[in-house]
């Protein structure tokens, strides 16, 4: 959005501006009004890329879109402050480095789940990237922080709208916790399904032990027992990670192998990255290692 800010400028006299101290003052506040808004909400100020289609019959039944529309309580801004200042400058990082690792330049990659995509940012430059979200709400956002996308599409995880084999890849992260384990079977298959021969899938899947869990536990608590806020955050954490054998045990289920699995301190001990391949599938030999990585 551009728009002209008005000022009032006196008659001018020798020696003297015709800037007033009132209006330099109000000109200094509205720039530091849209700094602090730059980096509260930096996609504001994004050109925005198309979203492909909406469809108005998808069902959303954990209310996505009530979770990433605008938030007017000072509990939910707050939240989503602090979860964007994690995405960008904790999660972004961690997921480029997976992506790197796992996928050669070029790749065409299904992010499943997209949300806001604020972690998708830079990854634009070095494989191309079809984002579907069941929330609308979720699709703005993401086409505003990434509005060179190859395509952004809503869509239901379980009946993805793509045929078989279309793409190398298929990632999301903060998505399967959200299901029953007979649901990320059904979302496991569907990926399973549009994977090409030699594709993998990259989930990164919070534990039960992290952090966040216990942290948003107690917030929960506080905001329904003290503030008397009924509403939780997030839609609700059912099936967060167990450990190792948790996450073989599900990617089976979808028609998986796990390749490769990690938990350490590169996003604060909070989620486990899975990398998987479809079931009797010999998965390829490794990349190369990113010269970025060697420097």
């Given amino acids: 959005l551009v728009r002209e800010v008005p000022i009032v400028l006196t008659a001018r006299t020798y020696g003297h501006s015709k800037l007033t101290f009132d209006e330099a003052a109000r000109s200094g506040r509205f720039l ?139 990632y999301n992260l903060g998505v399967m916790e959200h299901f029953t384990t007979d649901e990320i079977a059904r979302i496991l298959s569907e990926l399973r399904r549009v994977l090409r021969p030699g594709g993998k899938a990259l989930l990164l899947w919070p534990r039960t032990s992290a952090p966040s869990v216990w942290v948003l536990r107690v917030a929960h608590w506080f905001l329904s027992r003290v503030a008397g806020r009924a509403a939780p955050l997030h839609p609700p954490e059912i099936s967060l990670l167990r450990g190792r054998a948790d996450a073989q045990a599900h990617l089976r289920r979808g028609g998986f192998d796990l390749v490769n699995y990690h938990y350490g301190p590169g996003d604060l001990f909070i989620q486990a990255v899975l990398v998987a391949v479809p079931a009797g599938k010999v998965p390829p030999p490794p990349l190369a290692p990113d010269p970025e990585q060697c420097s």
């Fill in 32 to 170: 530091l009004q849209l700094a602090w808004e730059r980096c509260r909400r930096p996609e504001q100020f994004r050109l925005r890329a198309g979203v492909r289609r909406v469809d108005p019959a998808l069902h959303d039944p954990q209310h996505w879109d009530s979770y990433w529309s605008s938030k007017t309580d000072t509990s939910g801004w707050l939240y989503d402050l602090v979860a964007g200042i994690y995405r960008r400058g904790v999660i972004m990082p961690y997921l480029e480095r997976f992506v790197r690792r796992s996928f050669p330049p070029g790749a065409t990659l299904l992010h499943a789940g997209c949300g806001s995509g604020q972690v998708d940012v830079r990854l634009h430059g070095r494989v191309r990237i079809t984002a579907v979200d069941i929330s609308p709400a979720a699709l703005r956002l993401y086409a505003r922080h990434n509005p060179v996308a190859a395509r952004i599409e809503q869509a239901d995880i379980f009946r993805l709208p793509f045929a078989d084999a279309t793409f190398d890849g298929a």
